[in-house]
């Protein structure tokens, strides 16, 4: 069997979706495939995103995939210190809802096909090569193999992408990129607000930072993400031992967990090539501080589909049509990302006594409404090496 079609998306993510949505929406003959039976599930996800993230997208928040509504944050320094935040005094990304992703991605999937796309579940890509100007996509289907064959290829297969790779792009991340993730989601959760973020800074989850999302009275998910090469344990382990010693979560139950990988170093240098292209987490559109990149990578998708369907019209896949896709990333999403790179550098440079001072003085501090400039000024009295490490943000 031979299917052809102008664009093929692999993978129905978020990034996935969106690109398939735009690449139709621009007048492009699209099909998305995903290999799992159920968009959306198993999630590897906190499952938080911005409200403007989504404005941004043009995307109507609904109440079929929408959990709970974030309105602040609480920071727990290594000693128990806490600092609350409110949305009128910070605006934080990924602050907005905690979703349910199964619903959220399945939701995204269907805008996609409302949009023209065709969508094919339980179908998975297992490599592709070029022909004629064209790819061909080996595929898999129910145990019956059959081809694909696309003018443009656009890899949404997420931070495990292979896609790429077979394109000719190198899109493999180095450990010390790349966050190792587990969370439970968890019911008996003893929250201090069901309408905050919890953030855990310090040695429970080193180079990255636990999380409780509120999802209801007493559910959540309760999670970490650590890198790999800075740590002796696994991220399962620091979960456990951060799940019994924080008072929020000792006495909960699992109903679920997740293991996940998440990219946090930036967009790769190429993502396009000839007839290839690759979004999302397999293009690394994660934001390198919080780890979120549900809106970053739809913005990607957003812009892949634009890209593609143009280059379809001009009849022209090659590496310099392309490149239009690679230059509107960086300007729109990754050179906002490089300022969150210099901030996670920063968090992980600081000892858990550090956090604890910053914490206390964070305390003390009335905050009308935290510029960044007030946010470096506050640092800097209790932190000399924000200057020098953060400084050039300001
Ligand atoms: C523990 C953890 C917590 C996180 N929390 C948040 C958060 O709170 N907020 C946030 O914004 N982000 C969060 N993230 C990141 C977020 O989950 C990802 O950035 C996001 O899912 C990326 O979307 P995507 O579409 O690129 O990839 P994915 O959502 O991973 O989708 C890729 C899809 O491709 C499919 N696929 C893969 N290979 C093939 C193949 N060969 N053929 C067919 N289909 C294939 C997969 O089945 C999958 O459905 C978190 C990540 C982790 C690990």
Known sequence: MLIETDVLVIGAGPAGSSAAKHAALNGADVLMIEKKSEIGAPKRCAEGVSKDGLIELGVEPSSRWITSEIN??????????????????????EMGYVVERKVFDKHMAMDAARAGADIMIKTLAKGLERKDGHVIVKAERMGEEFDIKAKIVIGADGPESRVGRWGGLKTAVKPKDMESGAQFEMVGVELESDTALEFYFGDVAPGGYAWVFPKGKDIANVGLAVISTLTEKSAYEHLVDFVKNCPTTKNATAVELNIGGDPVGGIIKKIATD?????????????????????????????????????????????????????????????SFNKYMKSRDYL????????DSIAEVFR???????????????????????LLKLGKLF
């Not at 510029?371 to 640092?379: G, K, P, Q």
Request: negative net charge; proline residues 4%.
């Open 72 to 93: 602040g944050v609480r920071l727990v320094s290594p000693n128990g210190t806490d600092v609350w935040l409110t949305e009128d005094t910070v605006k934080l990304p």
């Open 275 to 335: 007839n290839v292209m690759v979004v999302g987490d397999a293009g690394g559109m994660v934001n390198p501080l919080t780890g979120g990149g549900i809106i970053s990578g739809m913005q990607g998708g957003r812009i892949a589909g634009q890209v593609s369907a143009a280059a379809v019209k001009d009849n022209d896949f090659s590496e310099k049509r392309l490149a239009e896709y690679g230059k509107r990333c960086k300007e729109e999403i990754g050179d």
């Open 364 to 386: 003390e501090t009335k905050f009308e409404k935290i510029s960044t400039s007030e946010l470096l000024r506050v640092l800097v009295k209790v932190s000399p090496k924000a």
């Open 348 to 355: 992980e440079s600081l000892s858990n006594e550090e956090l």
